[in-house]
């Protein structure tokens, strides 16, 4: 209801700017102006300051720390079987709070743990037994659901996520690094490289290849001499008279 009433008051104060004449909207303007130099004057005396250093300082690692924030969980996957221990504890922890209503539940679970310390195995077996079954029964179930189209979408979102992370941390990081080696290592323009001497200009000048064409030396052969189609030569034999 607070936000309905929010928009109300945004939206007549709307309507009354569009109303204002022309050299109020404009006095106003000018006013405003005023103030955001005076607060751009503060904030880049600030910016200098070691306290904003610090705070910036702080921001960019509590930045880099919530990029390794692990994705979402899967609700759609199967719950894990309980295990022995927690089919005991199921049965034992209503007999003991009934025996014990003041005590806490960390208290209780202290008693159960201790209990379950001392069965010994034939006792621990009917649980052990119901364990495996249920993770049997689990197993089967994973299986089918990771050959699901919902499975399939997670994987790529968390993929797509992960990827998404690690490209911010790498930027977070060149910028932290930036900020400590100071303007050059903040992103100023890198130093140009040496120019090549004139000497080490004509070494690595490629020799350009000359546009004539090597006339190779014809052998005297008796006969005539003929060029084929593919340029090759074809010598013709010789007509003997």
């Given at each position: ?5 929010l928009?109300e ?23 405003c ?9 503060k ?13 910036d ?12 924030k ?28 009934e025996?014990n ?15 379950w ?11 052990t ?5 249920f ?12 050959t699901?189209?919902?499975?399939s ?26 900020m ?14 040496r ?21 190779s ?6 006969g ?18």
């Amino acid at each position: 209801m607070e936000s309905a009433k929010l928009s109300e008051v945004t939206k007549a104060l709307g309507v009354m700017w569009r109303a204002l004449p022309a050299e109020e909207k404009e006095s106003r303007n000018e006013a405003c102006r005023e103030k955001m130099d005076v607060y751009k004057d503060k904030n880049v005396a600030y910016k200098k300051t070691s306290e904003s250093l610090e705070f910036d300082k702080s921001l960019r690692e509590y930045q880099i720390k919530m990029t390794w924030k692990p994705f979402k969980k899967d609700e759609n996957r199967p719950k894990r079987a309980p295990s022995a221990y927690m089919l005991f504890a199921a049965d034992e922890r209503p007999l003991v709070i009934e025996n014990n209503p003041d005590m806490k539940l960390s208290q209780v679970m202290v008693l159960i743990g201790q209990a379950w310390t001392a069965l010994n195995d034939s006792k621990k077996k009917p649980y052990t037994t119901k364990a495996k079954k249920f993770a049997k029964e689990v197993a089967q179930e994973i299986e089918k659901y990771e050959t699901t189209s919902e499975y399939s979408r997670y994987i790529f979102d968390k993929k797509t996520y992960l990827d998404r992370m690690e490209a911010k941390r790498n930027r977070l990081i060149k910028l932290a690094i930036g900020m400590e080696l100071g303007p050059k290592g903040s992103g100023a323009s890198p130093v140009p490289k040496r120019k090549k001497s004139a000497s080490a200009k004509k070494k690595t000048t490629p020799k350009k290849k000359s546009s004539k064409k090597k006339v190779s030396r014809k052998k005297k052969v008796s006969g005539k001499v003929e060029k084929a189609s593919g340029g090759k030569k074809k010598v013709s034999k010789p007509r003997w008279r």
